[in-house]
């Protein structure tokens, strides 16, 4: 079991660049999951998928978050056009079902936005 | 509105001192309350699910428990590589699988 492969780890770019965060989730797991961790605000999840179909975006902050899953095994979060305050660690996580499965974590990718 | 909160903020321990973490929580219904590991640089490590008041789960040197309002990890004799953040989470009936995590306990062990 390889786990949850995000690329890349880390990313810096300069205000106004498109970004896009990549993430493979395990394979049979069903739900897909994007987190944003800050210090200020700890853990926030931004995004879930089930069977490749968003289900609640109600944490993307603004529009310029967007999130595909075109197919199981891949999924990506693109910023356009980033900003400083995007500066964080996201997260991709997967689960088998949805209450009752712990959430699978990747290593993250550390985003600087200069 | 729903929340979890982390006591304390950071907690230093030498080796083979007990203590233990705080998770005080608020939802409107709790469908599972989760105990995550996360050490620097790495994504969050699943630990324990708790479902009810009670309950008790244990894995080696940690034993998690649930109340109706919080939950504890208790470490016991704690070793340095238990240093690392501990983060709570809450997944609330009607959720729609969404955990809602506290900002965690950064816990470090000195030999």
């Known amino acids: 079991d390889a786990g949850v492969i995000q690329s890349p780890r880390h990313e810096v770019t300069e205000m106004g660049q498109e970004v896009t965060l990549r993430c493979k989730p395990i394979?049979?797991?069903?739900?897909l999951f994007w987190y944003r961790q800050t210090m200020m605000r700890g853990l926030e999840l931004l995004i879930y998928?089930?069977?490749?179909?968003?289900?609640?975006d109600s944490g993307m902050p603004e529009d310029r978050f967007s999130a595909k899953m075109p197919n199981a095994s891949f999924s990506t979060l693109k910023i356009q056009p980033s900003e400083p305050r995007d500066s964080a660690v996201y997260f991709c996580?997967?689960?088998?079902?949805?209450?009752?499965?712990?959430?699978?974590f990747g290593n993250g990718t550390r985003l600087t936005v200069t | 509105e729903d929340q979890v909160t982390q006591s304390p903020e950071a907690l230093r321990l030498q080796e083979g001192e007990s203590s233990s973490l705080n998770c005080s929580y608020t939802?409107?219904?709790?469908?599972?309350l989760f105990w995550y590991r996360q050490d620097p640089g790495k994504g969050p490590e699943f630990l324990f699910t708790?479902?009810?008041a009670g309950e008790e789960k244990e894995k080696e040197r940690l034993k998690a428990t649930l109340t109706k309002k919080e939950s504890f990890l208790h470490i016991t004799a704690p070793k340095p590589e238990d240093s690392a953040t501990y983060l709570c989470?809450?997944?609330?009936?009607?959720?729609?699988?969404?955990?809602?995590f506290g900002k965690g306990t950064k816990l470090s062990v000195k030999p």
């Open positions: 996580a997967s689960s088998r079902t949805e209450y009752n499965s712990p959430l699978h």
């Open positions: 394979s049979g797991h069903d739900y």
């Open positions: 998928f089930n069977n490749n179909v968003p289900i609640d």
């Open positions: 939802v409107s219904g709790l469908r599972g």
């Open positions: 708790l479902y009810s």
């Open positions: 989470a809450v997944q609330a009936v009607g959720s729609q699988g969404n955990l809602i």
